[in-house]
């Protein structure tokens, strides 16, 4: 075969290889920027869920509670249990988190399934040995919710 009919065949093949090159780039990008899967989601989780590395404590003996999250606990149908699995199994969502500051200041945004298929976010301040639940949201329904501070 002439280097002529075959030149269209060349570059065809070099565009494939270069169109299937960025995929796995971005697969891989994109799976490190969520946490869901890597070694530096690898290294994410077991830093999440060992109570002795500064940051979120996946098992504290006991939670605290603001005000408010009680309020949107009771109107939106989430008992203590539900949060205590939610920061067991839930996922930290980076980009809802406020993580920059003093170390009692950050705010982990915790995601997940209840056991009874509930879809919650759960906003958890860790401060020591002490985490306290700041709110919690139901991420599919939209309850009616008359707590102090609302403004609807």
């Known amino acids: 075969m002439n280097l ?10 070099v565009f ?3 169109t299937l090159s960025l995929k796995l780039c971005r697969r891989q990008a994109g799976s490190i920027a969520t946490g869901s899967s890597g070694p530096a989601a690898v290294q994410r ?6 109570p002795n ?3 979120l404590n ?4 006991h939670f605290k509670y603001s005000k408010h999250a ?3 606990m009771d109107c939106r149908h989430i008992t203590s249990e ?5 920061l067991k199994t839930g996922t930290i969502n980076y980009r809802k988190s406020e993580l920059t500051g003093e ?4 705010k982990y945004a915790v995601e997940g399934y209840t056991h009874e298929q509930q879809h919650l976010r759960v906003i958890f301040a860790p401060c020591n040995d002490d985490v306290t639940v700041v709110t919690c949201i139901d991420l599919e329904t939209a309850w009616a919710c008359h707590c102090e501070g609302d403004h609807h």
Request: glycine share 2%.
């Open 16 to 18: 494939a290889a270069m």
């Open 45 to 50: 989780q077991e830093t999440d869920s060992n």
């Open 53 to 55: 590395q500064r940051g």
């Open 103 to 106: 170390e009692c200041s950050k």
């Open 58 to 61: 996946r098992h504290p003996s």
């Open 70 to 72: 009680r309020c949107r």
């Open 82 to 86: 539900e949060i205590a699995e939610i």
């Open 4 to 13: 002529r009919k075959a030149f269209p065949i060349i570059i065809l093949a």
